[in-house]
């Protein structure tokens, strides 16, 4: 088979060329239920059904609120060897000129040069197709978080977004933990669950601004932790099976196996919480600039999720805007800090 042969200005003609395909395969599917969204997948490339049904949340209850349809397929070259596949021809190549191109069809999409990846997604008729050069071969962190940036564009344009942040919960209301890697933001959401808060998730949340109201919904089921910060809280990972570490050397697990807190399916946000390791004698909140807090919210919302950087900076704008932001100088006692966060969500912090 002929390479497609693109450029700036027939990047598009390559998405539709590849979405028409996946229309005319017939593979095994799954469907989930999540937050706003009834997600079909369609996959024969080996293990990504069962890598789905391990990642992301799929709850019957969810389906109560009205949920637009998304479907999207994952193909890979060896199984489908006459798959559309791509030639870059235009003098200059960069991942803005692929977007540019998508772009001029109304289309979505990223490329992973490095593995030879193709993402398109048709906001008008809400469907995508990941295209892999074979089976598995996609980025390590694939497999905490499959099909991150289809459901990232099908939130985007119902108005919702994917945030990077952690959630903890008392009776619906709640609060966002965010921060960068090291801040404490995981251990801070497993101290919670520890001792009985819910939560949302601990790394990525559907979030959505409704009548005023900032609200954080589930979309993956598993928490990251790693050898050491799990000690602490008293977690034995082999007693609990949660098998190797990841990539990055950390536990990936459903937090509900925990047996504690339970896994909310929406949480009114009262608050955005900044953790800080001070190994305190009692944890302590002080308030926090709005500015900072947008500060925090925006680079890795921006840098990892692509497309629709107007959009994401007015939601986080918003977000930054309607909820208070708190330091929390974190104390080593795990049921304390959780206390610490309960009393701020009901209202008993001076």
Known sequence: MQPFLIDTGTTQDFARALLTYAEGVS????????????????????????????ALVDDPLLARTGQKALEVSVLDH????????????????????????????????????DRQLWQVYDPLRAKGIEALAQAGQFAPWVASFPLRNFLHWAYQSMGWRIVHAGTLAVGGK????????????????????????????????????????????????????????????????????????NWQNKYEFDFEQLGRGRRATAIELKAI??????????????????????????????????????????FTGRVARELPAYYLDLSDDGPEIAGAIADLIEGRTG
Not at 36 to 48: K, R
Not at 191 to 203: F, K, M, P, V
Not at 281 to 310: E, F, I, T
């Open 273 to 314: 919480v900044l953790p800080r390791i001070a190994h305190a004698p009692r944890s302590v909140l002080k308030r926090a600039p709005s500015q900072v807090a947008m500060m925090n919210l925006a680079p890795s919302n921006l840098q990892q999720l692509p497309g629709g950087w107007r959009e994401a900076m007015r």
């Open 78 to 113: 060896l199984t489908h060897p006459d798959m559309p596949y791509s030639k870059w021809v235009g003098e200059m190549f960069g991942l803005s000129l692929v977007e540019e191109g998508l772009a001029r069809g109304g289309f979505e999409g990223f490329f992973d040069v």
């Open 174 to 245: 709640g609060v966002m933990l965010i921060g960068a890697g090291g801040a404490g933001k995981s251990g801070t959401s497993l101290s919670g669950i520890r001792a009985g808060l819910d939560s949302a998730g601990d790394d990525y949340v559907a979030m959505n601004l409704d009548d005023g109201a900032v609200r954080a919904a589930p979309v993956m089921k598993l928490m990251k932790q790693d050898g050491k910060g799990l000690a602490r809280l008293g977690v034995d990972p082999v007693a609990l099976g949660l098998g190797d570490p």
């Open 27 to 54: 593979a095994p599917r799954a469907a989930f239920s999540l937050p706003g969204l009834s997600l079909t997948l369609a996959s024969d490339s080996a293990g990504y059904l069962e890598l789905c049904r391990r």
